[in-house]
């Protein structure tokens, strides 16, 4: 381990629960956490603030980024999850973002969550997990997440749009040319249909555990 401490990367698709396994995982073990997608999602309201189509050159805005960027209080509107799945499959602004990332973790480790960070971002991270649940699954987690209501007389048609535009994004995720969304080979899947935020935890933790023990010999 070169660096101050584990890098603990936690990858998956939209809405599976990385950011709430990965905030808890970080505050078990006292690490930083950075929730990577605000990175391009804050890159994508810069791109829409401007008027520009996400999907057109969006480097400079990736390279204009401030903190303040990432504490807008409008980065969770599904408007912005798709203007951030467009400026993401562009190289020129992932490749802004690579030294931010890596940086956050140099000094004292930390937990990131993502898409591409045990591939692409820390493919030597002490751990990496790769999280995931059906569309079904993570739609309904979703829709609640967002204050939906499932009693609703229009809630089959909320949930039925909501869970075609997720999937459309994790198509786009993972076809992509540049560090698409992927299962890194030395990731541990976990698959959390049945399981609850608080079992996720205790199985991630019990991994996490087993593997850095493991690397300290
Ligand atoms: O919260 P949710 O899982 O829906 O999305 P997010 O993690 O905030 O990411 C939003 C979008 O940013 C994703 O759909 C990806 O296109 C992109 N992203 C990425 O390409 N690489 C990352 N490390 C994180 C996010």
Do not use: C, H, N
């Not at 075609?164 to 990731?187: G, I, T, Y």
Request: proline fraction near 6%.
């Amino acid at each position: 381990m070169t660096r101050g401490g584990p890098v603990i990367a936690v990858d998956g698709p939209a809405a599976a629960g990385k950011g709430t396994l990965a905030r808890k995982l970080a505050e078990a073990l006292g690490l930083p956490y950075l929730d990577t997608g605000l990175l391009y999602r804050a890159v994508g309201r810069l791109a829409l603030d401007a008027g520009q189509d996400p999907a057109q050159p969006a480097e400079r805005f990736a390279q204009a980024l401030t903190p303040e960027d990432m504490l807008r209080k409008d980065l969770r509107l599904p408007d912005a999850a798709l203007a951030a799945s467009k400026v993401a499959a562009q190289p020129a602004v992932r490749a802004a973002l690579v030294e931010t990332q890596r940086r956050f973790a140099a000094r004292q480790g930390a937990v990131l969550d993502g898409r591409d960070i045990g591939t692409a971002i820390f493919p030597d991270a002490d751990v990496k997990l790769f999280i995931t649940a059906s569309p079904a699954t993570r739609t309904l987690r979703r829709f609640l997440q967002s204050g939906g209501d499932p009693a609703a007389p229009d809630a089959q048609t909320q949930l039925q749009a909501m869970e075609d535009a997720l999937r459309a994004r994790d198509e786009a995720d993972a076809s992509r040319d540049s560090a698409p969304m992927r299962v890194a080979d030395d990731a541990y899947v976990i698959e959390t249909d049945t399981l609850d935020a608080q079992a996720v935890l205790a199985e991630a933790l019990r991994f996490t555990r087993e593997r850095l023990v493991a690397a300290r010999g």
